[in-house]
């Protein structure tokens, strides 16, 4: 991990340098992410900026390995480990000898009560292997002494040494039976032999997949080390796609910023807007309805009553004059007499019936009420709904007009962002992360050709290993080979017939061979089971206690133990790195980081030593650039839709008058008849009168006075009442008065309505929409702070997960796995297994080919059975 720790030092020189900048780094930020205000309203998403991709770089290393057919023996290993070590990996009694044991191992110490348990539990965990390997060195030291004790006591003709051979009935039965034993011993040998080769040959074999490995994997390291640079510059330069979108917004404020505002618009306020209006535009409409039904009802009534007071008027002179006329008739004299003057005094009592009826001249004059009709009828209501929604049609425009100093400030905004974007350039030269990689590019073209110098060595001690194996397998094989031609000398030179003392020289041969074996074996075994047994004790333990918790990352629990290696120190690995044990950086998780392709900067938690968002934060979002976005402001409170003097007319319109109006006495009036009485009658009434007075001159008076009212009444009454002039008139004016009575009531409460709608259109116009243009306006500068804000997010997620992707680390992890555990120890241990079953059956083989080297070896000696008169004797 040497050249690992080399190069994040590398990687991260100069982030460490400036303990005040880490220590506003580590304040700031958590301030700026408590700053987060909170909103009733979720902004409108930001539009999303593509950066493209940052350049990856492409790994050859495939850090896995499948070990063909060999793996069923591997397996087959493995589950024989697990029956002699079946307990799970101690982690925490490895962490508890290593951390009382940390100062040196000590004899003295081991009487203490804990590491006496330590030890009591590291035996029980190796029990399985303290067993076997007792058994292997109990057979290491007894077989020689069995084997010297065998051969003295064959010497002294004991132990099968006797050359001969008793006579039994199952001799044959006996011969087959170890014949097939052997047979079988040796073919499980050969078994053996050839699991033992198979391993040996399989290291040769894999050393070729270690150089692949080690190729690849600096391969790896060199296009980690070319690639970064180049990652940085191009994350770097990706500053300028946020700033010309930024740029590019605040130069089309107006139809963006308006379009945005506009839509909004229409989807939250006009259609209240449109209620608002229609109400408003309904009730205008109903008032400018009612108002010129009040001008007509005014103009009518006003032409009525100038027509009817002008009949009227004539009427009332001719009444007039008649009524002077008669009256000066009626003081004639002649009216004086006895007779006569009650009759002229009668006729005088009736005089006032010489009248009109309706005085339409007392009537009030309505033309000051016409004059405020017609001066309100002057104002446009009407286009109060289409100045509604002219007040926001033209959003953008207005947009465009009140953001003028944003367009205006663009220059000195660019000149803004490309200094930010020269610092962010600055910054990323100010590491020599780019000479410092190509130093290390020279570093490992240089270790790969020191480690390639080693393999000649490696192939020479490799063939030098092979030999050696061979040669150990040489002996096993060895013992077969006699075995074997033991076997087929015996069984070809064995005959029936011939007598023990009498067998061939093939059979003897094949005897002899056996015997051979079995010394050979005694002599070889003892070596063997010796190298098995210390190749079963280290390639078990480095399998159980190294392979295994590899394979799981148990071993990285261990090494990321709190406080492991010090107690002052908490964790190992930024201990060593960045000389900072309080980091919380693992072994474990660097591991699982760079499995997954991750970044160096987020596998090595380089945040914690300098927070490249902080930094971003701060460089490209700065104080200078937030006043001018904050200059952005637009605004809808001067939209009127209806002037004071509009206002001021409406209101005049409700105190036209048109309230005052006598309208009892315009219709009392036109109840009432033309005149006081019926001039037809009075006329006849009059003759009837004229025809009591004596003849004379009194009396032609008086009928023609009768003759006169009844003149006026066809000349003046009658057209009044019948002439369709006349008639329309009254009916007009009757009309008129009651519709004027009607309408007055409502004149004050519909104007009062008029203003009401109104003042809601502009309250809804000029509050809520200026709301929702507040809103869309503070929406649109977040946008712009959204660009950076994704900027700083990509440069945080590409240094997460893209630049400087770490996938190598845990390749040279995963290929130091295989190379040892999977090419070697497999191999090693595989290969104790065949031969430590080869030598477990040498034990049996022994045995088999001592017993059955007598059927074959030629006797010096045989039992000899004559005739005799105790054939009894024979049977025994």
């Given amino acids: ?89 101690p982690k925490d009694l490895i962490i508890k000898v290593i951390q009382q044991n940390m100062g040196g191992i000590k004899i003295e110490e081991w009487r203490k009560p804990d590491n006496v348990v330590l030890l009591l539990q590291t035996i029980y965990y190796e029990a399985g292997f303290l067993i076997c390997a007792t058994i292997g060195i109990l057979f290491v030291v007894l077989v020689p002494i069995i084997a010297l004790c065998f051969c003295v006591c064959r010497c002294c003709d004991n132990c099968g040494g006797e050359m001969h051979q008793r006579q039994r009935k199952n001799v044959d039965c006996q011969r087959g039976f170890y014949t097939a034993l052997l ?145 000066n008739t009626l003081s004639d004299p002649a ?100 000479a410092s990689l190509t130093n290390f590019t020279v570093f490992l073209t240089q270790g790969q050709k020191n480690i390639e110098s080693f393999y000649p060595q490696i192939d020479q001690m490799d063939f030098y290993r092979w030999v050696s194996c061979v040669a150990v397998l040489c002996m096993v094989v060895l013992v077969l080979a006699f075995n074997t031609l033991g076997l087929l000398c015996g069984v070809c030179g064995y005959d029936e017939q011939v007598t023990p003392t009498t067998r061939g020289c093939l059979s003897n041969t094949g005897g002899n061979l056996l015997m051979a074996g079995v010394g050979f074996s005694f002599i070889s075994v003892w070596v063997l089971m010796a190298i098995v047994s210390t190749l079963f004790v280290i390639g078990g333990n480095v399998e159980k206690m190294v392979c295994e918790p590899l394979a799981n990352r148990q071993l990285f629990k261990i090494i990321d133990t709190p406080f492991l290696v010090h107690p002052a120190k908490k964790n ?94 315009y219709l009392t009036e036109l109840n009432k008849g033309v005149t006081i009485s019926d001039l037809l009658s009075f006329s006849t009434d009059l003759e009837a009168q004229a025809d009591q007075l004596p003849r004379g001159a009194l009396e032609n008076a008086l009928k023609g006075h009768a003759s006169s009212i009844r003149q006026i009444h066809r000349d003046q009454v009658v057209p009044m009442e019948q002439a369709m002039k006349y008639v329309k008139a009254r009916s007009t004016l009757s009309q ?6 009607r309408m007055s009531n409502d004149l004050t409460v519909k104007a009062t309505n008029i203003l009401s709608a109104i003042d809601a259109a502009e309250y809804l116009i000029t509050h809520n929409a200026s709301h929702v243009v507040k809103r869309e306006t503070k929406g649109f500068t977040e946008n712009l702070v959204g660009y950076f804000k994704q900027y700083t997010a990509w440069v945080k997620h590409s240094l997460s997960s893209e630049v400087a992707q770490c996938k190598p680390i845990s390749n040279i992890v995963d290929s130091m796995e295989i190379i040892g555990c999977s090419f070697i120890v497999d191999s090693v241990n595989t290969f104790w297994f065949g031969l430590g079953g080869c030598c477990v059956l040498l034990i049996p083989s022994i045995i088999v080919s001592v017993k059955l080297a007598k059927y074959y070896r030629r006797m010096d000696t045989e039992d000899v059975f004559e005739e005799t008169t105790y054939p009894w004797l024979v049977a025994l």
């Fill in 183 to 327: 047979v079988a011993t040796s073919i499980f040998m050969s078994l053996g032999v050839f699991i033992a080769y198979a391993a040996n040959h399989n290291v040769s074999a894999q050393i070729k997949n270690t150089r692949r490995l080690i190729n690849t994997n600096m391969r790896d390291l060199k296009t980690f080390a070319n690639n970064t640079p180049t990652q940085i510059e191009y994350m770097t330069a990706q500053y300028t796609t946020a700033k010309n979108k930024v740029l590019s917004d605040l130069d089309n404020i107006g139809p963006l910023l308006g379009g945005r505002i506009h839509s909004q618009l229409e989807r939250e306020v006009v259609p209240s807007l449109d209620n608002a209006l229609r109400m408003a535009g309904a009730k205008v409409e109903n008032a400018i309805k009612a108002m010129r039904e009040t001008k007509e009802a005014l103009e009518n009534v006003s032409s009525s009553l100038e027509v009817l007071q002008e009949g009227t008027a004539k009427l009332q002179a001719s009444l007039s004059g008649e009524r002077a006329s008669l009256s």
């Fill in 736 to 741: 008129s008065i009651k519709q004027l009575q």
């Fill in 1 to 89: 991990m040497l050249w690992t720790s080399w190069l994040v030092l590398l990687l991260c020189w100069g982030a460490t340098t400036s303990g005040e900048q880490q220590a506003e780094e580590r304040d700031g930020t958590p301030v700026e992410a408590r700053a987060e205000p909170q909103r009733q309203r979720s902004p409108p998403p930001v539009e999303p900026l593509d950066f493209g991709f940052v350049p990856a770089a492409v790994y050859d290393t495939h850090a896995y390995f499948e070990p063909g057919p060999i793996g069923l023996l591997f397996h087959m290993v493995h589950a024989f480990l697990y029956v002699v070590q079946p307990n799970t990996f």
């Fill in 335 to 434: 009216c004086t007499n006895g007779a006569v003057s009650s009759t002229c005094n009668t006729i005088r009592s009736t005089l006032a019936q010489l009248g009109i009826n309706s005085d339409y001249s007392k009537l009030p004059d309505v033309n000051h009420a016409l004059v405020n009709v017609n001066t309100v009828l002057r104002t446009d209501l009407s286009n109060i709904v289409q100045k509604g929604y002219s007040s926001f049609n033209d959003t953008p425009q207005l947009v465009k007009e009140q953001t003028k100093n944003i367009v205006s400030a663009l220059p000195r905004v660019k000149g803004m962002l490309d200094k930010i974007g020269i610092e962010i350039n600055g910054f990323s030269k100010m590491f020599p992360v780019e």
């Fill in 572 to 665: 190992f690995l930024p201990g060593m790195l960045f000389q900072n044990p309080n980091i919380e950086l693992t072994l474990g998780g660097m591991y699982r980081d760079c499995y997954e392709n991750n970044g160096l900067y987020h596998s090595l938690q380089l945040e914690t030593m300098f927070n490249i968002n902080s930094f971003l934060n701060r460089t490209v979002y700065n104080k200078d650039l937030a006043k001018v976005l904050e200059g952005v402001q637009v605004d809808l409170q001067d939209v009127t839709l209806l002037e004071q003097a509009g206002r001021d007319n409406l209101i005049n319109f409700a105190n036209s008058g048109i309230g005052h109006i006598n309208y009892e006495a």
